[in-house]
């Protein structure tokens, strides 16, 4: 007798295959719709499943791949000399400068170089 589980005459790892098509063609059909694709990637990817959601996710999802991952996506801040700038024109600097003087001196004396506030 065979040991395999079927469901009448599909065995096990055939009714995973075909759920796995399934859902990588409902992602695809999903993908589209909420990129708002062209009508016509919905229609390849649903008459032609699953060729046809392999052949969006290779021209138009692969193009949006970033291997190094989800940080490199995240826009860049303001840089450190743009935050500087921004400061000093807005006149707040200067008790900045006094509260991180203040504290420096209490800590470890009087150092020299605060470079990071110009002087």
């Not at 919905?42 to 699953?50: D, E, G, K, N, T």
């Not at 840089?79 to 001196?105: H, N, Y």
């Amino acid at each position: 007798m065979p040991t395999t589980t079927t469901f009448g005459s599909l065995s096990c790892r055939k009714v995973t295959f075909y759920y796995v098509v399934t859902a990588f063609v409902i992602w695809m059909v999903y993908d589209a719709i909420r990129r708002k694709a062209p009508l016509y990637w919905v229609v390849v990817i649903v008459l032609f499943a699953p060729l046809g959601s392999i052949i969006y996710f290779v021209v138009v999802k692969l193009r949006d791949w970033n291997p190094s991952g989800v940080l490199a996506r995240v826009p860049a801040g303001p840089t450190l000399d743009l935050l500087r700038q921004r400061l000093r024109s807005a006149g707040r600097l200067q008790p900045i400068r006094a509260l991180v003087r203040r504290r420096v001196a209490r800590r470890s004396g009087q150092q020299a170089g605060f470079a990071w506030f110009g002087t």
